[in-house]
């Protein structure tokens, strides 16, 4: 079965322009990263994922591979997996390959396209298995979900996009996760780890321009969905390791002074000025485990790869 309850592109752009507007008009300046991802942003962001200096994403599916036994025994049978936040779909293959006699998988995608596509290539991969891309928001989840299958839930989370959060919206993103999977439920969380700010800025700052890319579509959406006046050529990409907050920052600075348009609104921009696009917050297993606490998770079981780079987490509720 293939289902899609998709969020109507209407509602998504008064959602998009609120959140911009509200974004812009704070000091300092910016936007929730969860609008990165329309199919062009989820194209590039494809496309830094297969980047040399961009390890999550190969590491964390390599660990997925060498672990995934351990966490089928973690698991348990007959579990429907619920991922949060879908991507091409390529994890959640590793991970219903490696489980116990899985009972559902359900994506949950703010795109309603990129929900669409990685239930059809799960059903395509997984004959027999009743599949379900939903199009929401996972940052506004409802506690009693009619549209996920009956049976033990075990949440997917992976990618370290909890890192997207800062600890207090963190906190509240897992524990709105535990009331959603309901009693019974597991969540299995991809954290990256604290490491070299050379290896961390690299890979967020790519040689080829592509992360510049991904983070300047962001504008170029806003001029195509809702009539924005941004000159892309007049703010430039930038990424930096901020140590004292163990997080990645990614910003677009303003080259010049101007005023952009959106909404029947104008922002001024300085010279310099920035918009703060995104953070991706780094973890140690002990802080990964006491916001996992924090949140009424119990950490049942951790692993990480050979370098310490990257943690996945098996939390119980």
């Not at 990165?36 to 660990?63: K, N, V």
């Not at 390959?97 to 596509?117: F, H, K, M, R």
């Not at 395509?124 to 996920?148: E, K």
């Amino acid at each position: 079965m293939n289902q899609l309850a998709a969020m109507g592109p209407i509602v998504a752009r008064a959602h998009f322009a609120n959140d911009l507007v509200e974004g812009l008009s704070a000091t300092p300046k910016t936007t929730p990263p969860k609008w990165f991802y329309d199919a062009e942003g989820s194209r590039l962001f494809g496309e830094i994922t297969r980047l040399e200096e961009y390890y999550p994403t190969r590491t964390e599916m390599a660990l997925l591979k060498q672990v995934g036994p351990e966490i089928a025994e973690a698991a348990g049978p007959g579990r429907v997996v619920v991922e949060y936040g879908s991507g091409s779909g390529d994890k959640a293959a590793l991970l219903l390959s490696a489980l116990t006699a899985p009972a559902a998988y359900v994506c949950l995608e703010i795109d309603p396209g990129a929900a669409q596509a990685t239930a059809d290539t799960v059903a395509a991969r997984f004959p027999g298995l009743p599949t379900r891309g939903v199009a929401g928001d996972f940052t506004h989840l409802p506690q009693d979900p009619p549209a996920l299958p009956r049976g033990p839930r075990l949440g997917f989370f992976p990618g370290s996009t909890l890192g997207n959060f800062d600890p207090a919206e963190a906190q509240t993103l897992l524990s709105d996760m535990r009331g959603h999977l309901g009693a019974g439920a597991a969540l299995l969380l991809g954290a990256d780890l604290v490491k070299d700010a050379a290896v961390l800025e690299a890979a967020y700052d790519d040689a080829k321009g592509v992360t510049a890319d991904f983070n300047l579509n962001l504008l170029a959406r806003a001029n195509r969905d809702l009539g924005a006046d941004f000159d892309l050529t007049a703010f430039a990409h930038e990424a930096r390791w901020n140590p004292e907050a163990s997080r990645i920052e990614m910003h677009l600075r303003s080259l010049k002074d101007q005023t952009v348009h959106l909404a029947g609104k104008a922002f001024a921009f300085t010279a310099g000025e920035t918009i703060h696009t995104e953070s991706s917050y780094k973890f140690t297993p002990k802080s990964l485990q006491d916001l996992a606490e924090k949140a009424g998770w119990k950490l049942q079981q951790l692993w990480t790869d050979p370098k310490d780079w990257f943690a996945l987490a098996i939390l119980t509720a």
